[in-house]
């Protein structure tokens, strides 16, 4: 059948050069330059709360009950109110504002009304606080950035992990359950009404592409998290480098519905800020891609129609079940949709076939997917591949601004990043900052990549995997950590979702299985009532896994390809060991660490290893 033609959409038309060093690298760069930018963001939150004073900037919401809404014209009083508070409170650069809360329209207005008048924020996993324990990191944390308050939505949920973090007397603002027994506490509504002086504008105009608007912190999988420091010039020519791209943004402002958490640089820097730059509306979903979570994602689809819409390969796997069920579902998502983009970990082929069909099936055309490559340090969006696909991993080409140096290691490419959007490096961490740079000033993302085009850097390139996740065999030979994963996982046709690759320093690759426990309940008439131990033990299930690792071996093309025993993860990996994050990405290195038992058992033959049937 021949596909149906895209959805008309409005994109960058970019024009890609390059060089070929003697030495082997290759610079790519856009021959189009980068248009002007404001020296703040929240430049542009005053233009639209005078131009577009009524329009929603942000809504929120409890299960499906009514949106509470917040207008340009709203956000700005707010902010203003806000910046006078954390001013008359000593806060500063070297007292910055700890934000310790799920996404929320005030955890939006306490960020932007620090960053109104120069005082930095830092949005913490909340995971920090109610998943771990013993909240080492938050000590670590306040130790790097000394902060001056910390905010969080529920006084009851973070009284005490503030108080064993930042210290008892540690100034706490709170939206509701307001402890009245602590000291130096702070209700958001009284905050809300402090009046603004001409102090909050000469901070404002104090405010310069220079000047520090938060601090982001890595997941901290191998030690302490890092302050990456975030600039006003970063997230503003990053967000010129987002509307070049999706250009339809300048006649027609986004609308988008994002559960992503906004202590990560994807939704917290991105999709936040592209709202705000472009006078469109944020819908908070308070839904996740957990079996748990995921009717409030629905209920909210339902609701609001996008016209761009971001999220990770398991949320975009949740979503096609659900449309394939319910039509009032796929028509509310894709009926003003221009473009959605997958990012987090790579998108299995069969999900990605099913969304342009859906797509197809709802509007007649096809939606375009894509996806891009960039990280915290870099804001992030640096490459993007715009151009029709015909199946997922094409991270694109430079974004305006953007020079690329591709560094030849091992037979592939090593990526390294130069432009405006670049961080200038970590808060108080010399040391460190000096080792991500090479002599040239380009930042090592620490991400290898491979043509997609022999030759033709104009044509994107293919993630090659993570130059510090990668590793040899016993027999010296290569493995590409990272397109291996994304294979085994289309190939597993979604019975996993993810794999942690093994083999290092051993004779053949193993993988430990990330299951899909939907998808695995599904392949037996009582699969709803097993218990998940009994479910991963099952005979019909091993023999379905095994099938479907068989099939992966007969695809593959060497020992460097081919994974030969695999074992289900029966545990959750655990996000305060550094094995997860909150966005769901898994960090490969640190489930080897923390599970070498399971690493070491599936070498030995122990009964829960899985190996292809033999065949006659």
């Known amino acids: 059948m021949t596909p149906r033609p895209l959805r008309d959409v409005k994109i960058w038309s970019p024009v890609v050069r390059w060089e070929n060093r003697p030495n082997g690298e290759i610079i790519v760069w856009r021959e189009d330059p980068l248009g002007p930018y404001p020296d703040k963001i929240n430049e542009r939150l005053l233009h639209w709360a005078e131009v577009a004073p009524d329009r929603v900037w942000m809504a929120d919401r409890n299960d499906t009950g009514p949106w509470r809404k917040v207008t340009y014209a709203e956000a ?4 203003r109110a806000i910046g006078q508070f954390l001013l008359d409170h000593g806060l500063s650069l070297e007292k910055p504002l700890i934000i310790l809360s799920e996404n929320s329209i005030e955890h939006a207005l306490m960020a932007l009304g620090a960053q109104h008048v120069g005082i930095p924020s830092a949005a913490l996993a909340p995971a920090y606080a109610t998943v771990s324990t013993d909240y080492s ?7 790097q950035i000394t902060p001056g308050m910390v ?18 007397g540690m100034a706490f603002a709170t939206a509701r359950n307001v402890p009245g027994d602590r000291a130096n506490v702070f209700d958001f509504e009284h905050i809300l009404a402090t009046e603004p002086t001409a102090e909050v504008d000469r901070a404002f105009d104090a405010t310069g592409p220079d000047t520090i608007a938060k601090f982001l912190f890595t997941s901290g999988t191998t030690g302490s ?10 997230l503003c020519s990053n967000q010129e480098m987002i509307v070049d791209c999706y250009s339809y943004f300048r006649e027609e402002p986004p609308v988008v519905v994002d559960w992503a958490p906004w202590n990560h640089t994807a939704s917290g820097n991105k999709v936040f800020n592209l709202t705000i730059y472009n006078g469109g509306s944020y819908y908070i979903d308070r839904g996740k891609p957990t079996p748990a979570l995921f009717g409030q994602t629905i209920a909210n689809l339902k609701d609001v129609s996008p016209t761009w819409a971001f999220n990770v390969p398991a949320g975009f796997e949740m979503l096609v079940n659900a449309m394939r069920e319910d039509e009032d579902l ?36 096809r939606i375009l997917m894509t996806t891009g490559l960039g990280s915290t340090e ?101 493995v ?5 994963r994304a294979r085994i996982v289309n190939q597993f046709s979604g019975l ?24 695995l309940r599904a392949l037996l008439p009582e699969g709803q009532r097993l218990p998940e131990a009994e479910l991963y033990a099952h005979p019909a299930v091993r023999a379905a896994l095994a099938e479907k690792l068989a099939a992966h071996q007969a695809q593959a093309t060497g020992s460097a390809s081919r994974i030969k025993r695999v074992m289900i993860l029966a545990e959750p990996l655990r996000f305060e060991k550094g094995e997860v994050t909150d966005k769901g990405s898994i960090n490969q290195r640190a489930v080897l660490r923390n599970h070498n038992d399971l690493v070491r058992a599936l070498y030995a033959g122990d009964p829960r290893a899985i190996t292809a049937p033999k065949r006659s």
Not at 76 to 79: A, E, G, I, Q
Not at 151 to 168: E, K, L, M, T
Not at 496 to 512: H, P, Y
Request: glycine share 10%; net charge negative.
């Open 225 to 234: 998290p890092k302050a990456v420091i975030q600039t006003q010039r970063m």
């Open 480 to 484: 590409a950590v990272g397109d291996l």
């Open 76 to 79: 700005l009083r707010h902010v």
């Open 378 to 478: 870099t804001a992030p969006f640096s490459l993007y591949c715009t151009d029709p696909q015909d199946r997922p991993g094409n991270v694109g080409i430079p974004a305006q601004g953007v020079t690329v140096k591709l560094v030849p290691v091992e037979g592939k490419y090593e990526l390294r990043l130069k432009g405006p959007n670049i961080t200038p490096g970590y808060w108080r961490n010399e040391k460190l900052t000096a080792e991500a740079f090479d002599e040239e000033g380009f930042y090592r993302i620490g991400d290898a990549v491979k043509f997609a085009v022999d030759g033709d850097p104009s044509k994107g390139f293919y993630f090659d995997g993570r130059t510090a996740e990668n590793f040899k065999l016993r027999t010296g030979t290569w």
């Open 151 to 168: 905010f969080a939505d529920d006084g009851a949920v973070f009284r005490q992990p503030v108080d064993a973090g930042f210290g008892p």
């Open 137 to 143: 990191k938050l000590r670590d944390i306040a130790g």
């Open 496 to 519: 996993i979702r993810d794999a942690v690759i093994t083999g290092e320093n051993e004779a053949e690759l193993g993988a430990l299985l990330v299951p899909a426990i939907p998808a």
């Open 330 to 365: 796929r028509t509310s998502f894709f009926r003003n949709l221009k473009l959605m983009m997958y990012a987090g970990a790579g998108l299995a082929q069969h999900t990605w076939d099913a969304l342009i069909d859906l797509s197809e099936q709802a509007t007649g055309h």
